[in-house]
């Protein structure tokens, strides 16, 4: 065989074991797939041609907490067969496996760890984004952990540690100053090195002698080695790190604070927020590194910036599965009964565990709270009753216990259904007028802008209400702008005309708020109105701004009597969607955007991320140009 052939047949080898990791991964991380697949392609260089890496090869991963981003390092790193050449640095200086003076720099730990000066290794320093190097305000953090991590970063080659070599010069001259000077007694001081000084030296200085030898040696030698070393060439004096494979992992908040919504994470529809933090790109990332770090220190991590999104339904639902399967095996080994899990089990978990922002850690624990000793207490009641090896116990779930069923019997055990018990909305009048206030909302607004709300729902954990949640746009127009202050309105104007001005209540308030935010930034700000110049208040002299604001108050509340109507009319008009809508929230508590079609008898087909018809219109303008010249 000759040698191209045998480096083909090499490579095909790694490059098929590459894609039987991919597929492991697969089945043990739940809805990060095209993460792995990111992941993959972007160590294929490095793991199946390592020969021709001459810098670090760098991966970052960027995305919210518990979604998997140390998990699926450290399991690649073992499946790629590199665990005993693996380093995990927690930037954050809670590194472990490492002593405290070792701990104090990243080559330190690459000296006490596996990985070999000049060969491959990986190394991962997780809790990235709390390493900031500036603060808020643009200023300069001190930060005395892990300095080398930015020589690292650029090209692998670590220079020695010289200002720790000058301190062991220093300390030599001062035992010597002080043995001149010891009585008669003491005149056999000595300078001795400390272990970890010793084990700086070897490793700086490149030695091959054991530590207890070098520990061992006199001032003279020591000195003696200094010197040979200043005196030697560059390349003797740098670390060679250059072939690593460099994970940096982090949880960069800034770039989730826009996609916040009105209520709070127990609430939010896991598959709306995966769909919002799926549209984040590496512009994203890099604008949140800029609040954390200076402009070289950003260019350094490169831009290989793999972004976790949240997870979806069923990647939760996967995990619930799981986790339901594990519970019931373990119980049934440990008392020999076999625990059929209904599907309300699960719902009932996901119900209260889940919470999209935070992540996978929510729900371990509650899975543990809810079948940990869920299952134990259904185990320890039907083996009081005589229940046998074997024989077969269900568990079902009604949102504020599990009950557990035996030969016709029955017991109810509680359990921490918490979030269900706060959804419960028992009171009919409330739930009439949340269901009116927020059907009212969706229907404006679907009938405007020609889609569904990603969210509507009235059965809300986190405070006295319900809520409408909409796509977000990229551009809004002056129209855009007016249908979402109709929007704004649709909920007070649906309350006055099913129960009349009377009862319409207090609910409102926060919509008229925003819509009168809009109104005034529309003609204040952007030169919607009569006026074309900004106004604002400004007690700066700087500012250059028109401060005299009284004269739009008129048109603004102009503005809102005139979309308050238009929104009572659109809803007259389509009175029977309106209690369709609302029918739906009575019963279900929510309408999904997959629902909202169906329940109104809507056509509503507009893509998400549709703007108004600007490349028409330009067309048409180019149209009327031409024939304007003909004439």
Same mark, same amino acid.
């Given at each position: 065989?000759?040698?191209?052939?045998?480096?083909?047949?090499?490579?095909?080898?790694?490059?098929?074991?590459?894609?039987? !990791?991919?597929?492991?991964?697969?089945?043990?991380?739940?809805?990060?797939?095209?993460?792995?697949?990111?992941?993959?392609?972007? +160590?294929?260089?490095?793991? +199946?041609?390592?020969?021709?890496?001459?810098?670090?090869?760098?991966?970052?991963?960027?995305?919210?907490?518990?979604?998997?981003?140390?998990?699926?390092?450290?399991?690649?790193?073992?499946?790629?067969?590199?665990?005993?050449?693996?380093?995990?640095?927690?930037?954050?200086?809670? &590194?472990?496996?490492?002593?405290?003076?070792? =701990?104090?720099?990243?080559?330190?730990?690459?000296?006490?760890?596996?990985?070999?000066?000049?060969?491959?290794?990986?190394?991962?320093?997780?809790?990235?984004?709390?390493?900031?190097?500036?603060?808020?305000?643009?200023?300069?953090?001190?930060?005395?952990?892990?300095?080398?991590?930015?020589?690292?970063? /650029?090209?692998?080659?670590?220079?020695?540690?010289?200002?720790?070599?000058?301190?062991?010069? /220093?300390?030599?001259?001062?035992?010597?100053?002080?043995?001149?000077?010891?009585?008669?007694?003491?005149?056999?001081?000595?300078?001795?090195?400390?272990?970890?000084?010793?084990?700086?030296?070897?490793?700086?200085?490149?030695? #091959?002698?054991?530590?207890?030898?070098?520990?061992?040696?006199?001032?003279?030698?020591?000195?003696?080695? @200094?010197?040979?070393?200043?005196?030697?060439?560059?390349?003797?004096?740098?670390? #060679?790190?250059?072939?690593?494979?460099?994970?940096?992992?982090?949880?960069?908040?800034?770039?989730?604070?826009?996609?916040?919504?009105? +209520?709070?994470?127990?609430?939010?529809?896991?598959?709306?927020?995966?769909?919002?933090?799926?549209?984040?790109?590496?512009? $994203?990332?890099?604008?949140?590194?800029?609040?954390?770090?200076?402009?070289?220190?950003?260019?350094?991590?490169?831009?290989?910036?793999?972004?976790?999104?949240?997870?979806?339904?069923?990647?939760?639902?996967?995990?619930?599965?799981?986790?339901?399967?594990?519970?019931?095996?373990?119980?049934?080994?440990?008392?020999?009964?076999?625990?059929? @899990?209904?599907?309300?089990?699960?719902?009932?978990?996901?119900?209260?565990?889940?919470?999209?922002?935070?992540?996978?850690?929510?729900?371990?624990?509650?899975?543990?709270?809810?079948?940990? =000793?869920?299952?134990?207490?259904?185990?320890?009641?039907?083996?009081?009753?005589?229940?046998?090896?074997?024989?077969?116990?269900?568990?079902?779930?009604?949102?504020?216990?599990?009950?557990?069923?035996?030969?016709?019997? &029955?017991?109810?055990?509680?359990?921490?259904?918490?979030?269900?018990?706060?959804?419960?909305?028992?009171?009919?009048?409330?739930? =009439?007028?949340?269901?009116?206030?927020?059907?009212?909302?969706?229907?404006?607004?679907?009938? @405007?802008?020609?889609?569904?709300?990603?969210?509507?729902?009235?059965?809300?954990?986190?405070?006295?209400?319900?809520?409408?949640?909409?796509?977000?746009?990229?551009?809004?127009?002056?129209?855009?702008?007016?249908?979402? !202050?109709?929007?704004?309105?649709?909920?007070?104007?649906?309350?006055?005309?099913?129960?009349?001005?009377?009862?319409?209540?207090?609910?409102?308030?926060?919509?008229?708020?925003?819509?009168?935010?809009?109104?005034?930034?529309?003609?204040?700000?952007?030169?919607?109105?009569?006026?074309?110049?900004?106004? $604002?208040?400004?007690?700066?002299?700087?500012?250059?701004?028109?401060?005299?604001?009284? =004269?739009?108050?008129?048109?603004?509340?102009?503005?809102?009597?005139?979309?308050?109507?238009?929104?009572?009319?659109?809803?007259?008009?389509?009175?029977?969607?309106?209690?369709?809508?609302?029918?739906?929230?009575?019963?279900?508590?929510?309408?999904?955007?997959?629902?909202?079609?169906?329940?109104?008898?809507?056509?509503?087909?507009?893509?998400?991320?549709?703007?108004?018809?600007?490349?028409?219109?330009?067309?048409?303008?180019?149209?009327?140009?031409?024939?304007?010249?003909?004439?």
């Amino acid at each position: 065989m000759n040698d191209s052939q045998e480096l083909r047949e090499q490579l095909a080898q790694r490059n098929q074991h590459l894609q039987e !990791i991919a597929a492991q991964l697969k089945t043990e991380l739940f809805g990060i797939d095209t993460i792995i697949d990111r992941v993959i392609d972007s +160590v294929r260089a490095w793991y +199946v041609l390592p020969e021709l890496v001459s810098r670090p090869v760098i991966v970052c991963l960027w995305g919210l907490t518990g979604t998997g981003k140390t998990q699926l390092v450290r399991r690649l790193a073992q499946l790629l067969g590199f665990y005993d050449r693996f380093v995990e640095v927690q930037m954050d200086g809670f &590194s472990n496996g490492a002593s405290w003076r070792g =701990a104090q720099s990243v080559s330190g730990m690459l000296a006490q760890s596996g990985v070999r000066e000049g060969e491959p290794g990986i190394l991962a320093l997780d809790e990235f984004q709390r390493f900031r190097t500036i603060n808020d305000k643009r200023g300069e953090v001190r930060v005395e952990r892990y300095q080398d991590v930015w020589a690292l970063l /650029s090209d692998g080659r670590l220079p020695p540690a010289l200002s720790l070599l000058g301190n062991i010069e /220093s300390s030599i001259a001062e035992a010597a100053y002080d043995a001149e000077r010891a009585e008669a007694s003491d005149a056999k001081l000595h300078f001795k090195l400390r272990s970890w000084e010793a084990q700086e030296l070897q490793r700086n200085l490149k030695l #091959d002698e054991p530590l207890m030898e070098i520990m061992a040696w006199t001032p003279e030698e020591i000195q003696q080695r @200094l010197r040979a070393f200043r005196e030697s060439g560059q390349l003797q004096w740098e670390t #060679d790190y250059s072939r690593l494979l460099v994970f940096v992992c982090g949880n960069l908040d800034e770039m989730y604070e826009d996609l916040a919504t009105s +209520v709070d994470d127990c609430d939010s529809d896991a598959d709306t927020f995966n769909a919002l933090t799926s549209k984040l790109s590496v512009i $994203d990332v890099k604008q949140a590194l800029n609040r954390r770090f200076k402009p070289e220190q950003v260019a350094r991590l490169g831009n290989e910036h793999v972004i976790y999104p949240s997870l979806s339904r069923r990647a939760y639902e996967q995990l619930i599965e799981q986790g339901c399967a594990r519970y019931a095996r373990e119980t049934e080994a440990r008392c020999g009964l076999h625990f059929e @899990l209904d599907p309300s089990v699960r719902e009932q978990i996901y119900a209260n565990a889940v919470f999209p922002a935070q992540g996978t850690r929510p729900l371990f624990s509650s899975l543990h709270a809810i079948l940990g =000793a869920g299952l134990a207490k259904a185990a320890l009641w039907a083996l009081e009753r005589g229940a046998a090896a074997g024989e077969s116990v269900g568990l079902t779930a009604d949102g504020r216990s599990l009950i557990a069923h035996w030969r016709g019997q &029955s017991h109810a055990i509680a359990a921490p259904f918490e979030i269900s018990r706060l959804r419960q909305r028992s009171n009919a009048d409330f739930r =009439a007028l949340l269901a009116v206030h927020e059907a009212g909302h969706g229907l404006v607004h679907a009938l @405007l802008f020609g889609r569904a709300p990603q969210e509507i729902k009235i059965h809300v954990a986190s405070f006295e209400g319900g809520y409408n949640a909409y796509t977000s746009r990229k551009v809004w127009s002056r129209r855009n702008l007016l249908d979402s !202050i109709c929007t704004s309105l649709a909920g007070r104007a649906a309350e006055r005309l099913v129960f009349g001005p009377e009862m319409s209540s207090s609910g409102a308030e926060s919509d008229l708020r925003k819509a009168t935010e809009t109104a005034a930034r529309m003609l204040r700000h952007l030169g919607h109105g009569q006026r074309i110049g900004r106004s $604002d208040v400004s007690n700066n002299s700087d500012d250059n701004l028109c401060t005299d604001v009284e =004269a739009s108050n008129g048109p603004i509340e102009a503005l809102l009597q005139a979309e308050h109507a238009r929104a009572t009319r659109l809803i007259e008009t389509h009175r029977d969607a309106l209690l369709a809508l609302v029918d739906e929230l009575m019963e279900q508590g929510q309408v999904t955007p997959a629902r909202f079609a169906a329940v109104v008898g809507l056509p509503l087909e507009r893509p998400e991320d549709a703007l108004d018809p600007y490349a028409q219109r330009l067309a048409e303008f180019r149209k009327e140009g031409r024939e304007r010249l003909r004439a």
